[in-house]
């Protein structure tokens, strides 16, 4: 079994200090099922290799479970694939080899553990039970370059056909704690079938190396089914907790703002102002390709399907709910195909990396960043500014300062019970502008709403372009 990780970060040999492994030396474990070797094949400045070879005892698994009921030793316990075939040994034994990496510890060098670095993985013989296609769609909604070649089932007779393994490779850029995490978690997945017993402890371990990716990944559920065996009181239980690590329920966050927030703001007709001032600033962006995140019941997607200048409109939300209320206000269904083809409606967190978010025009973020716990916001400014990385960017959130002026708004509370934080003018600024200046953008600031001498207007919005376009240089 061999998994190898490679780095072209410069100096590429600090993937030693993030491992703790010392490039310039081989070096053994005992692991209960065999042993475990890491070895650098390569440690030059410009690349480094650290290879993780699992040297699995069949023999000695099957005397290790000796007197298991209905456990006769027949040949298949002897002759199988268990040596070369990555499995949850490799899990186990990435845990205990790389723990200080999985767990994101590098005390030598503590920056460059949260570094993003550009990072491949290989897997010598991956079984996919699901194939190629179940494999594209564990890894790319994590943002990795996915390529498999399945081995052939013995190449002296390719009469035979091809085996249920793959070569893997696996490319991005990300933190290594990251990946170690999407590999200590994917490969039993990959596998589906897990060789030691599973029970309370393995939900333990699928969250606190899952907690906070797996949340957003479109196939959460089969991961943690897969992980833990089916064993389907388990799975609801992890299941149930990973949706608590985000949002107590999305659900019913998306329901209750669109009463709640929408009543006190609909008497001055904020909503529709709102609408129209992005509508208007991504036109004067001249984008054609556009994202609508935390689009919510999809009433500024309805805006831009009435407008032609808006080719491909990408409604993107955390919550099926809202995304099916989007759908039905859309009346998706009933749209003609001219209409249809220009609309897209994607479940996805935006806090997590998503490569389907790049390559856009432009983006709408409308009254949705005070829904995120601001210990993700340094998450969302990467995942919009540097992975999707639009030409411009139209940002809305409450005017703290404002909220004096709403009669039904009890002193120094929020305007909905699901905001994290509403920021007065003065922080929006001061947010907007280190994100500009960090990602290579220029912001615009723009009140939206009546504007009050005192306390500035009700909706706060910035608009950002690229530092080196027209847009937002002004
Ligand atoms: N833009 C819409 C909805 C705003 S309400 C409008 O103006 O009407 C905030 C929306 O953001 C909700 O639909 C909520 O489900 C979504 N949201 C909150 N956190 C999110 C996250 N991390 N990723 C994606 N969507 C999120």
Known sequence: MLLTITTTHRPATDLGYLLHKNPARAQSFEVSFGKAHVFYPEASEACCTAALLLDVDPVGLVRARRGAPGEGASLAHYVNDRPYAASSFLSVALAKVFGSGLAGRCAARPDLAEAVLPLKARLAAAPCRGGEALLRRLFEPLGYRVSARQHPLDEEFPEWGESALFAVELEGECRLRDLLAHLYVLIPVLDDEKHYWVGEAEVEKLLRHGGDWLVAHPERDTIARRYLRRRSRLVRDALARLAEEDDPDPD???????????AAEDRIGLNDLRLGAVAAALRSAGARRV????CGEGRLL???????AFEEIVGVDVSHRALSAAAGRLH????????????????GALTYRDRRLAGYDAAAVVEVIEHLDPARLAAFERVLFECAAPRAVVIT?????????????PAGTLRHHDHRFEWTRAE????????AGRFGYVARFLPVGPEDPEVGAPTQMAVFGRGDGVEGAA
């Open 252 to 262: 019913e966050t998306a329901e209750a703002r669109a009463t709640e927030e929408g």
């Open 291 to 294: 994202l609508d995140l935390g």
């Open 302 to 308: 309805e805006v831009l399907l009435r407008d032609r």
């Open 332 to 347: 998706l269904d009933r749209l003609p195909a001219v209409q249809r083809e220009r609309i897209r409606l994607v479940q």
């Open 397 to 409: 959130t409450p005017n703290a300062e404002y909220n004096v002026r709403w009669e039904s708004l």
């Open 428 to 435: 929006f600024r001061s947010w907007a502008g280190g994100v």
